[in-house]
Each structure stands twice: as structure tokens, then as C-alpha cells.
């Protein structure tokens, strides 16, 4: 890619600009087939391994291919040559020649203008892939479209600079923990509802309205525990409506993270009694998805009326207490006692499997074989459920122990 960017270059640019190959190849041969027929520039001789090292050294090569661009004094532009090149192309050697780096920020003007970083390493800021502000400061866009999930800053999006897919594909991300209101969180749009007659629409308002609190279920369909999970969830939900003397005030609107596939939703609406966002609102199902920062699926995030945060962890304290949870939210209140640990039978290993039934993700106890692995049965640990082991395996086999249930009381931000 770079090579045939490097031919189209003017030669006014290449006068300014160029590249010398370091090679990192095993030997003499592999070096000069690699040269001779990819590079349309300079290198240093391959025998001159010293000099390879010592540039290794000076600018801590870690991954190859790597590319250092370096000023005319010698002195670093750029460790991230290669990011950027890949990045803009041909337009940012046009910016390296002027001595300028492709990635770009300002100060935020005020508070209320964030900077967009998931983490403290430049890696995770996030860049405008317009104009390459790096982190973005200020609104966050982003185009919905598929395949397409540009990210760009306010300034890209109000000149419609990226407008292949249309102004309404971009949706306006939520600022992380700033306060919303449970209307502003949803949106003004509609909610799909299961009747009698089928599925149906319902205004946002209308379902969050006179509600003591409202949980939003982040689920994928396609993703075994999701499946356990919704049952279990669905089971308390009608034991809720079918209560005669309590009249809960709460409800449920779910989340979808796989809403391409059309079908498997059909069938999950079918099954489900509570409210969900429509499948095709991906701006929607981003926003939120972003906003709670979900990791782990399925998630439910309980809020009160005004949009505080009731439970983080709902889908445990379901998983725990069961209609009692529901009925600590239904008066707007977080529940205050520490949730019972997980039973071992239904601890849910959410990234292994059994080895021997192959089931996923492995439910209960887990048992792990240190022959097997060590025979390269399995890559990190080569692990039976309990009918497995009870069925007998070969080789001595370890019960591995349950982590402890990470605290249960809703952290402050
Ligand atoms: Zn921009
Ligand atoms: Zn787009
Ligand atoms: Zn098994
Ligand atoms: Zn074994």
C-alpha cells in the first residue's frame, strides 16, 4: 500500500520526502527478494545488521512493519508513521513535508465540552475521521450505517463534510457520566410492544410514563446465557403482572445488540413479554450501549423515574432475589442488602466451554485436567462440567474453585 502510494508521489513531494527500509528479514536471500521486487525506495544494506539494531533500539521497535518519520534535524515527527499513513494516505506525507503530524486536538473550551478517551494510553482516544482531531473535544458523531462507523467531531458534522449516507444515519453519542433524563436516555421515538394481536408500536412516553423505574435489558439474542438469562427474566416478569395483591410500578424495555439478524429477533419477540427498542434503530441501541458501557451480556441497568442509576448489576440481584428485587425498585429504591453468592450449580463460566460435551459457555461446577493440557489437548485450559466428569475422564481431574462475586453495592461515580 505504501509502496503504491509512493509511486504517484510528485516530484516535488519526493524531493522532500523518503523512505529507507530497515529490514528485519532472516537472511541475505529473503531480504533481497522482499527489496528488489516490493520497493520502490531506498535501504540500508542488509549485511549492516549493527546499524538495523542500533536504529531498532534507539526507537523501540516493537511490531513490524513500523514506520519513524523523522524531521530534517533528525528529531521524531512521528513514532506512528504507519497508523497514519494508513489512516489518510497520500495526504499526510503532504502534512509530514510541512513538518506537521496527522493526528491533531484542542483544549476543551469549558467543562461541558468532553474529551473523548476510553482509557489513559494515546490508543484510546478516539479520532474524527474526517479531520483527525485526536481525541475528539466536544459532540461525538457517528454514522450508523453499516459497515461504515466513521466517527466524527461536531465541527465535521455540522459542514456535512461526511454525507454519503445522509444526516440521519449520524446519531449524537451520550457524554459517560454526565446526568440524563430517562427521556432524553430513549429518545422520543417508539417502543416495540408483544399484544395479543401481535407485535405493535408504543410511544417512549408511554411506556416509561408513571413508571417508579424502568430497566433496560442488554441482551444478544444469538448468545446462549442471553437465552438462559431472558427466560429466567421473563418467568419474574409474568409473575409480576399476574400478581393480584401487589401492583409492581416497573418495566422492562430491552436492548438488542444483534439486530441484523431479523429472524431470530421475530422469534425472541414472540417470546418475551416486556417492551423493546425497534431493531432497526441502531443509532438508538448505540447510544445506550455506549452510555452504560456494557461488557458483559446480558445486562440489565435498572433507573428510577428521573434516570439515576438503581442497579448496575440488576440481572444478579434477578438472578438472586428473584421477585424480590423487583419489588425494592418498584418504590424508586436501590436494594440496600448484600446480594447471597452465586449457587456453584448455576455459576455461568461466560468464556469457556466443556471440552468434553462441548457445551457453552460451561454452567456449574468446572473441573480442569492438567494431563490433557499438558498432551495440547486444549490451548489455556482444558476444562469438564460436572456430567462429564461424573461420566469419568481418563486422567485425576481438579475442581476448580468459583471466583467470589465481585461487591454487589452499586459503586458511586
Ligand atoms: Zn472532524
Ligand atoms: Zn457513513
Ligand atoms: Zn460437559
Ligand atoms: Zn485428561
Known amino acids: 500500500m505504501l509502496a503504491e502510494t509512493y509511486k504517484t508521489l510528485s516530484d516535488d513531494i519526493k524531493s522532500k520526502f523518503d523512505i529507507v527500509f530497515v529490514s528485519s528479514d532472516q537472511d541475505q536471500a529473503s531480504f533481497d527478494e522482499y527489496f528488489h521486487q516490493e520497493m520502490p525506495w531506498k535501504a540500508i544494506p542488509y549485511e549492516d545488521r549493527d546499524r538495523k539494531n542500533k536504529l531498532s533500539k534507539q526507537y523501540k521497535i516493537r511490531g513490524i512493519p513500523s514506520l519513524i518519520v523523522l524531521k530534517p534535524d533528525g528529531s521524531v515527527l512521528t513514532e506512528n508513521g504507519r497508523d497514519e499513513f494508513t489512516a489518510a494516505k497520500a495526504a499526510v506525507i503532504e502534512k509530514w513535508i510541512k513538518g506537521e503530524t496527522l493526528y491533531w486536538s484542542r483544549k476543551p473550551k469549558d467543562d461541558s465540552e468532553y474529551v473523548w478517551k476510553t482509557g489513559e494510553d494515546d490508543g484510546d482516544a478516539v479520532a474524527c475521521e474526517q479531520c483527525f482531531m485526536k481525541p475528539i473535544v466536544g459532540d461525538r458523531f457517528r454514522c450508523t450505517e453499516k459497515d461504515c462507523d466513521k466517527d466524527l467531531c461536531n465541527e465535521c458534522t455540522e459542514k456535512n463534510v461526511h454525507n454519503e449516507h445522509g444526516r440521519e444515519k449520524l446519531i449524537k453519542y451520550l457524554i459517560p457520566k454526565r446526568h440524563y433524563s430517562l427521556k432524553e436516555l430513549l429518545g422520543d421515538g417508539q417502543v416495540l410492544i408483544r399484544t395479543n394481536s401481535g407485535k405493535d408500536r408504543l410511544p417512549v412516553a408511554d411506556a416509561i410514563k408513571d413508571k417508579k423505574a424502568i430497566g433496560l435489558y442488554f441482551f444478544a439474542h444469538g448468545y446462549p446465557p442471553s437465552h438462559q438469562f431472558t427466560r429466567k427474566l421473563a418467568e419474574i416478569y409474568r409473575q409480576m403482572s399476574d400478581s393480584a395483591e401487589t401492583a409492581y410500578s416497573f418495566d422492562i ?67 438472586r432475589l428473584k421477585l424480590e428485587a423487583v419489588e425494592v425498585w418498584s418504590k424508586g429504591e436501590k436494594i440496600q442488602t448484600p446480594l447471597p453468592p452465586t449457587p456453584p450449580e448455576e455459576f455461568i463460566w461466560s468464556s469457556i466451554s466443556c471440552d468434553g460435551c462441548k457445551t457453552f459457555p460451561l454452567v456449574g461446577l468446572r473441573y480442569q485436567c492438567k494431563q490433557c493440557l499438558a498432551d495440547g489437548k486444549a490451548r489455556y485450559s482444558y476444562d469438564l462440567c460436572k456430567a462429564c466428569k461424573e461420566n469419568g475422564h481418563e486422567h485425576q481431574v481438579e475442581l476448580v474453585p468459583q471466583p467470589l462475586d465481585e461487591g454487589n453495592q452499586e459503586e458511586e461515580d
Open 253 to 319: 424495555i430491552s436492548v438488542s445488540l444483534d439486530c441484523n439478524d431479523k429472524e431470530l429477533l421475530e422469534e425472541y419477540l414472540q417470546n418475551v413479554p416486556w417492551k423493546t427498542v425497534p431493531f432497526d434503530e441502531a443509532g438508538q441501541v448505540l447510544k445506550l450501549h455506549s452510555y452504560f458501557n456494557i461488557v458483559d451480556l446480558p445486562s440489565l441497568i435498572v433507573l428510577d423515574s428521573k434516570g439515576e442509576i438503581l442497579a448496575k448489576n440488576g440481572s444478579k440481584a434477578i438472578d
